[in-house]
């Protein structure tokens, strides 16, 4: 049986008991004292987290301009800071071109994909007159509007049944008309988009420099390799406790072959033998030989040649990066593609797809080849990222420090003066 009973305490804070509130009133005070020192305490761990994130800029800007003779690693608080990350999204991910996805995702008109990015929630869509970036937030009352991939006419919310157009146009809105409602001026935001070599590139900012113009180089480099022909043959999904630089640089360094990757990599494609070419302003490739003595089919997968290569290309896998973080890998006749979703200091989300050229999909032993080189990147991405969750916490410990960079590191020093440029712009 629960009894009530009214103590002393309750009948000092009741203004109508007998203390007529004086508890009331002490307890004020000493809220708003309290609530002072906290606000103290905030305000100087404020200061103090500022200060912080000062000392690490400096610390990271001080390794401008070093030879790759005599280079550094950036601090490792720049692989675990969250302020630092944040300083990244500003002055980098928001202003840059971002890679979310591939035009063979969206074959047909209505064909779309979701993506989460940077606190963004994106559809992709291929409308009647091109792919587009949209919102995918409702502009009632905020409720996603897709989810996963598939086809659709339309995007109806699940919450009010709100109806928009491929192209973001609001088409309907029940029971809107006893309000003032112009429908005709509601549209999803859109994001400005470019497809280049087949990738989907979109800007958040939308006044980053055009992107084709940046990447033409390397458009000329890969037509060889016929892009417009690749499609998704298969795809891997990853969240990750790691930072997205260190998924960058080890995808682009072959040093680590010899010890992550003794079976996988470093009998076919010794780690002595790569190289990376002197970088460019938007993007950089680096470059792992086959052994001498390595056959041709040991190359291949089995699947159709990408296109009409140089002897050179035939034998060897090409790293290229599209900074800050869009990577793919080609091999004679596919191609490994890590398309990011940087989530925090140390949490990267990516999906690991293996494209082909669409002929590869009428081979009669398509799916056996294709379960094969999957299982095989399966094997290969879990060794990196078991090296990687270590480098992670590793940085994240007092004694951790710049390290220095090998010669067989010069995507990673590239990468690392890319973050510095912008960082400190």
Not at 257 to 268: D, G, K, L, S
Not at 394 to 410: I, M, V, W
């Amino acid at each position: 049986m629960f009894i009530r009973e009214k103590c002393r305490l309750c009948e000092l804070a009741d203004p109508a008991g007998p203390g007529g509130g004086a508890l009331v009133h002490v307890l004020h005070r000493v809220n708003k004292k309290r609530d002072a020192m906290d606000g103290s305490l905030s305000f100087h761990g404020d200061q103090s987290a500022g200060a912080a994130l000062d000392a690490l800029l400096r610390s990271v800007l001080a390794g401008n301009d070093q030879p790759l003779a005599r280079a550094t690693t950036l601090p490792p608080e720049a692989y675990t800071s969250e302020g630092f990350f944040q300083l990244e999204v500003d002055r980098i991910f928001r202003r840059q071109w971002l890679v979310v996805g591939h035009v063979s995702q969206c074959n047909t008109v209505g064909d779309y994909f979701t993506i989460d990015l940077l606190g963004e929630m994106i559809v992709v869509v291929r409308a009647a007159d091109r792919i587009r970036a949209l919102s995918r937030i409702c502009l009632h009352r905020w409720a996603p509007l897709a989810s996963g991939s598939g086809n659709a006419r339309r995007f109806s919310c699940p919450f009010h049944k709100w109806a928009y157009g491929l192209d973001g146009r609001l088409l309907g809105a029940p029971l809107m008309d006893q309000v003032e409602f112009d429908a005709q001026a509601c549209r999803l935001p859109e994001y400005r988009t470019e497809i280049v070599d087949g990738f989907i590139y979109l800007n958040l900012s939308g006044d980053a420099a055009p992107l084709a113009p940046q990447l033409s180089e390397l458009t000329d480099v890969l037509s060889r390799s016929r892009p417009q022909d690749w499609v998704i043959g298969t795809t891997l999904e990853y969240d990750c406790p790691i930072n997205w630089k260190i998924v960058v640089e080890t995808f682009m360094e072959c040093y680590h072959h010899i010890a992550a990757h003794p079976e996988t990599f470093e009998r076919a494609y010794p780690a002595r033998q790569t190289y990376v070419e002197d970088g460019r302003a938007a993007w950089t490739v680096g470059h792992a030989p086959a052994r001498a003595d390595l056959p041709e089919a040991r190359i291949s997968a089995g699947f159709p040649a990408l296109g009409e290569l140089t002897a050179q290309e035939r034998r060897e896998f090409r790293l290229y990066l599209v900074y800050p973080y869009q990577l793919f890998n080609v091999l004679p006749d596919r191609v490994f593609w890590f398309c990011l979703q940087p989530e925090g200091a140390a949490r990267t989300r990516f999906q690991a797809h293996i494209l082909v050229r669409r002929e590869a999909l009428e081979q009669p032993d398509y799916q056996q080849r294709m379960t094969a080189e999957r299982d095989f990147l399966v094997v290969v991405n879990d060794e990196d990222i078991a090296v990687n969750v270590m480098q992670q916490r590793g940085a994240a410990t007092r004694a951790a420090a710049p390290g220095r960079f090998s010669h067989l590191e010069k995507a990673c020093w590239q990468l690392a003066d890319y973050v510095r440029e912008r960082i400190g712009n």
